[in-house]
């Protein structure tokens, strides 16, 4: 009997001893160590363990989120954020959703009236917004495993802000009105004469073409755009309705629908006649979002984790569900990643999304529509 007992205080005092001796090694780590003491430098805060981020946000135990994600997502994030930390007893959620409100909530953040801890970044006014952005060098603590963030979601210049959403475009089509063989399987396949004259619609606003930019460079997008639009094709407006259009028998094909838009409508699709294909490169905004935590936030630390959390397999499994098929193609569980593996990307990334309202406004102009008062 005793021998069991001591046998048991031993194991128990060994496997503390491990821990102990594991929380310090990686604390003392040489790298580690060496890339603290360069982000300090660079006046961005640090933290060599994850231990430390929780014990800081137990001090706080609160959260304020403003972020792009709908509704349904809020209540089983929040529910599963609190179990893995209880001691965040109050979470508020917003929605900030379009350009004119990331606008708004930028002009409260310069006149230091804005409330909050994690914020929407507007990617169209980034460099702006990132300024009033505390200086976690989040990039860091990714690539030392201090926070558990796919190094690639993180902005890799300012090092403090993260996207954890993307959108896949792709050709959605109905089968009752083209034939799985006749849709095109390359991007040119749309130039055909047998496309010619409303065959297919697309948005008037670029947002499936646009994304070529990545692969193709700026002036072979341009040229595509400049012939689709000799195609004259069935402008359409909204990828929700038009999407609705091709299942409602009014198109064939649309092109540069996204896989979100399209798996809603085919889940509600008695039918059965709406169908998709993904054509290589595949048009993909790895970065469609962009968190930050506020300087002025109440409760940092809690908002850190919040991030993590967010970026973490079972955050992304969440956006998956409510988003719904939202969630980063960087995280392998996603249906971003399922869908795309194996295949070219033409990559949205940290590096384009800054200048993708340039190329929208580029593609629209060639598209070729008329000027106001003409």
Known sequence: MRTTVLKKIVGLFTLLLLMLVTTYADAASPTLQTAKKEAEAKGYIFYATHDEIVAMAKKEGKLRVDNRLSRPNFKPLINAFQQKYPFVTDIQVEELQGPEAYQRFLLEIKSGRAKGDVVLVGLDAAEEYMAYLVKYDILGMANHAVLKIHPQMVHPVKRNSIGVLSTVSLVVYNKKLISDDKVPAKWEDFLKPEFKGKKFTTDILPFGVAPLVPAWGLERTLDFARKIATQQPAWGRGNTRITAAVLAGEYPLYLGSTYTAVKRAMDKDPTGSLSYKIIEPV??????????????????????????????????????????????????????????????????????????????????????FPKAGK
Do not use: C
């Open 283 to 368: 048009p993909t905004r790895i970065v469609d979002d962009a968190t930050g935590i506020l300087q002025t936030a109440d409760h940092p630390h809690v908002a850190l984790l919040w991030l993590e959390f967010l970026a973490s397999p079972e955050g992304q499994e969440i956006i998956d569900k409510y988003e719904p098929l939202r969630a980063s193609v960087l995280s392998p569980i996603s249906a971003a990643a399922q869908v795309t593996r194996g295949k070219k990307l033409s990559a949205v990334d940290w590096n384009h999304v800054d200048k993708f309202d340039g190329y929208m406004d580029n593609i629209f102009a060639a598209f070729g």
